[in-house]
C-alpha cells in the first residue's frame, strides 16, 4: 500500500519540523498538519514564512519550500482524518499534574481524546502512528479505543518516536542516525502498515537506517534513548561540582573520557542543567513504569538522574546569592538565555526558569535577554510554577532587548543558554556599564575565563 494523504494531528515541536520534512521530501504525499490552536495553525501559514510559531534553524527554508504545494496547517481536524490514510498523532503527553501518578506518570488524555475522534470520524481503514513520547503499552490502549469504539474500519497502530533535538530539528531529520517503527510483525496486515511507513522514510533515508521493532520494544527505546542522554549530563554535572572543589576543571575531564571510544565525546558539556520537554517527562515516566512493577532499585536508580538535576539548577542560583556576599535583595541581575538550549525558542524545562525563580525569592531584580523567547513566554513560564502572583512577577522581572541592556547597572550576570552571540558581545564595554566589583557566573562554560578575569570579571564557570 503507498500512503498517499497523511494528516498529523498536533502542529507543536515535534509534529511541525517532522511534517515539513516529510511534505518536502514526499512530493506525491499530501501532508495536512492540524491542531486546535487556532493561533498556532495561523502563525504556520503566515505569509512571512519568518513568523512561523517554532524557531529552528532552516526549517523556514523547508516551509516556505513545500507549503501550499503538499504540505498544508488547518484547524479542520476532522476534515484532516477523513481525508488521510495514515495518522500521526503528535500531541504532548505532559507529567499528570493531578490524581494517581501526579508529578509523574505521562498524562495521555490528549492522546486519548485523539483517538476517540480519529475513531468517531473513520469511515476508512487508516493507520495510526505514535509519535508523541509514550509510555510503553500506550499503542495498546490506543488500539482498544479504535476498535471499540470505531465504525467497523481497520486500524494499525505504529510506534514511531522521534529522535529530533531541538535547535537542530532540520539537520537530524535529514540525517537520522536511525528511524525506528514498532509495530504488529506477526501479521500481514500488520508487516503492510510498516512498510507503507518505511516506504514514507525512504524517500530519503536509506534502509538499513531504518529498524523495525515490535511496538514495545519501540515504545520504550525511546523512553531509554533519552533516560541514557540525560543520565550522561547529569554524570557531569555532578563531577562538575566535584571539579569546583579540588582544582579539576570539567571541560579537561570530558575531553579525556570523551576520547574513551567506548564512552564516546558527545553529551558531555557541563551546564546549569537540563532542560526541555523530554527529558525530566521521560525519566518520570520511566520511573513510575518501574515503581508500578515492584522495581523499586530500577526506579531509584533513575530517580537520582532528576535529583541531581534539581540539585545543579539550585547549587548555581545559591552559588550566585552566596558570591554577592550572601543577599541580592535589590540587586540587578542579569539573565542572558531563557530557552533550554541554544537555537531554539522552546523554554520547556528550561533550568533558566528554576534559577530565576530561586532568584526572585531573594528579592532580586531580575533582568532578562534572549534572541527568541518573548516576554510574554518569559512570564508565563514563571506564573505557571505559581511561587507569587503574576503582579509580583511582573514587579520583579523585567524583560529587554539587548544583552548589553540587561547588564547596564547589573551587579552580575548569570550566562544560562550557550546562545553563539553571547560569546562575541563586546564584553569590555558591558564591564564598563555594570556595578562593582562585577560577577559574572557562566552556567554553560561559553566564555573564556582568562579573556574575563583581564577584562576584570569576577569569574565564576561551571566546573572549575
Ligand atoms: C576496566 C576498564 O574497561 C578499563 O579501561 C580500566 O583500565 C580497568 O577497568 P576491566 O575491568 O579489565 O577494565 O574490564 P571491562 O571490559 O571494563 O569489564 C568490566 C566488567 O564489566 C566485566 O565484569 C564485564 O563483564 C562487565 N561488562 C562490561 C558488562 O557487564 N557489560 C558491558 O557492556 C561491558
Ligand atoms: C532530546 C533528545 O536529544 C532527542 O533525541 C529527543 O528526541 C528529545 O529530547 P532536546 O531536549 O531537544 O532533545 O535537546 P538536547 O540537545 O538533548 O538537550 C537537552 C538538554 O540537555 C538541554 O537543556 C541541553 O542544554 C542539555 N545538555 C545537553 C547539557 O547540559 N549538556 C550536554 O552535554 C547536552
Ligand atoms: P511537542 O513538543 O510534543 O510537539 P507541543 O506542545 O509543541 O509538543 O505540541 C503539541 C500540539 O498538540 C499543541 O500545539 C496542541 O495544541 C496540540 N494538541 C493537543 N491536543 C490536541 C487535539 N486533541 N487535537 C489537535 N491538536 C491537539
Known amino acids: 500500500m503507498k500512503v498517499k494523504n497523511i494528516c498529523c494531528i498536533g502542529a507543536g515541536y515535534v509534529g511541525g519540523p517532522t511534517m515539513a520534512i516529510i511534505a518536502q521530501k514526499s512530493p506525491e504525499i499530501t501532508v495536512t498538519v492540524v491542531d486546535i490552536n487556532a493561533k498556532r495553525i495561523a502563525a504556520w501559514n503566515d505569509p512571512d514564512v519568518n513568523n512561523i510559531p517554532i524557531y529552528e534553524p532552516g526549517l523556514a527554508e523547508v516551509v516556505a519550500e513545500a507549503r501550499g504545494r503538499n504540505l498544508f496547517f488547518s484547524t479542520d481536524v476532522d476534515a484532516a482524518i477523513d481525508a488521510a490514510d495514515m495518522i500521526f498523532i503528535s500531541v504532548n503527553t505532559p507529567t499528570k499534574t493531578y490524581g494517581m501518578g501526579k508529578g509523574m506518570a505521562a498524562d495521555l488524555k490528549y492522546i486519548e481524546l485523539c483517538a476517540r475522534q480519529i475513531a468517531r ?234 534559577v530565576a525563580d530561586y532568584l526572585l525569592n531573594e528579592q532580586a531584580s531580575v533582568v532578562v535577554y534572549d534572541p527568541k523567547v518573548t516576554e510574554e513566554q518569559i512570564l508565563a513560564d514563571l506564573d505557571y510554577l505559581g511561587t507569587r502572583s503574576e503582579a509580583e512577577n511582573r514587579a520583579l522581572i523585567r524583560v529587554v532587548n539587548s544583552a548589553e541592556a540587561a547588564c547596564d547597572q547589573a551587579h552580575a550576570i548569570a550566562i544560562m543558554t550557550e546562545w553563539d552571540a553571547f560569546k562575541d558581545l563586546d564584553w569590555n564595554a558591558i564591564y564598563s556599564d555594570m556595578l562593582k566589583p562585577a560577577f559574572l557566573f557562566d552556567g554553560r562554560r561559553l566564555l573564556d575565563r582568562k579573556v574575563l578575569e583581564e577584562i576584570g570579571f569576577d569569574f565564576y564557570a561551571i566546573g572549575s
Open 121 to 354: 470520524i473513520a469511515t476508512t481503514d487508516k493507520i495510526v502512528v505514535e509519535k508523541s513520547t509514550l509510555p510503553v503499552r500506550t499503542a495498546e490502549a490506543l488500539k482498544n479505543i479504535l476498535d471499540n469504539t470505531g465504525n467497523g474500519v481497520n486500524f494499525q497502530i505504529l510506534s514511531n518516536p522521534e529522535f529530533l533535538a531541538e535547535g537542530t530539528a532540520v539537520t537530524d531529520l535529514h540525517k537520522p542516525d536511525r528511524v525506528l517503527i514498532g509495530g504488529d510483525l506477526d501479521t500481514e496486515a500488520g508487516r503492510e502498515a510498516i512498510q507503507a511507513l518505511v516506504d514514507v522514510y525512504a524517500h530519503w533515508v536509506t534502509e538499513d537506517n531504518i529498524l523495525t521493532t515490535n511496538v514495545w520494544s519501540s515504545e520504550l527505546s525511546k523512553l531509554t534513548a533519552n533516560a541514557f542522554l540525560a543520565q550522561r549530563v547529569s554524570s557531569i554535572n555532578a563531577l562538575s561540582e566535584l571539579c569546583e572543589v579540588t582544582g579539576a576543571d570539567i571541560k579537561e575531564v570530558s575531553k579525556a573520557i570523551g576520547m574513551d571510544s567506548r564512552i564516546g565525546p558527545k553529551f558531555l558539556q557541563a551546564s546549569v542543567g537540563f532542560g526541555g520537554s523530554c527529558f525530566q517527562k521521560d525519566i518520570l515516566n520511566l520511573v513510575y513504569i518501574a515503581k508500578s512493577f515492584g522495581l523499586e532499585e530500577v526506579a531509584d536508580y533513575w530517580e537520582q538522574v532528576i535529583i541531581m538535576n534539581d540539585h545543579q539548577k539550585r547549587r548555581f542560583a545559591a552559588k550566585l546569592v552566596k558570591t554577592l556576599y550572601n543577599t541580592v535583595s535589590g540587586k540587578q541581575i542579569a539573565m542572558l538565555g531563557w530557552a533550554f538550549k541554544k537555537d531554539t525558542n522552546d523554554t520547556r524545562e528550561s533550568a533558566s526558569i528554576y
